[in-house]
């Protein structure tokens, strides 16, 4: 039997074993069985789902500094700050990274006027969209003094020459950056930002 894994999408993944070319094994996750199936991840693996993608993956595990209590706290700043109800918070070796769905709600809000669509299928329809829409990376923070627990805030650049992170501010503490930078999350204040 193999492993079941459901991503965010609501598709749901099997893991598997193939083979390299040189004949090592492979480990991997699929949505239809093609090889061996495992029911266990192998020791030092990890389940990872893309924050962009929602693609399903085995991977070697990969350690971080991050610790599971500032990921809530980016969590909550961006629930209340932000006012966001879907956003992906990824856990990197040394960075938090805030991604945003692509398709925003306030768009999808005109079929309510357009088609005189009730609010309750509206908001149906939003959150069904959302959670299989691609995601986008909006925010880093990165960890740039383990002991203090200092870290740098950079916003992701739009600029389709430059496709990289911007400074924002930093070194500080995590929960003063969250203070700074998440209530622009979805706004157009956040394009503002340099």
């Not at 029911?39 to 993608?53: I, K, M, N, Q, R």
């Not at 109800?85 to 990824?90: C, N, R, S």
């Not at 945003?100 to 809000?109: A, C, F, R, V, Y």
């Not at 805030?153 to 995590?174: E, N, V, Y």
Request: aromatic residues 10%; glycine residues 8%; contains cysteine.
């Amino acid at each position: 039997m193999a492993m079941e894994y459901v991503n965010r999408k609501g598709d749901t993944y099997y893991l598997q074993q193939g083979k390299t070319k040189t004949g090592k094994p492979r480990y991997y996750f699929g949505r239809k069985l093609k090889a061996a199936p495992l029911d266990a991840l192998p020791e030092g693996y990890e389940v990872y789902e893309s924050p962009e993608t929602g693609q399903v993956y085995a991977r070697k595990s990969v350690p971080t500094e991050i610790s599971p209590m500032e990921r809530r706290m980016v969590e909550e700043a961006v629930a209340t700050q932000a006012g966001l109800k879907q956003a992906i918070v990824d856990v990197e070796r040394k960075a938090l990274v805030v991604y945003l769905p692509s398709t925003e709600g306030k768009s999808l809000q005109g079929l309510r006027d357009t088609l005189g669509l009730p609010q309750s299928v509206v908001a149906t329809l939003i959150d069904e969209v959302t959670r299989r829409g691609h995601y986008g990376k909006m925010l880093r923070f990165d960890l740039v003094d383990a002991d203090e627990r200092l870290y740098v805030a950079q916003r992701w650049c739009f600029l389709g020459s430059i496709d990289d992170w911007i400074f924002l501010s930093g070194p500080a503490p995590l929960a003063d950056l969250l203070d700074k930078f998440a209530k622009h999350l979805g706004k157009e204040s956040f394009y503002e930002l340099i």
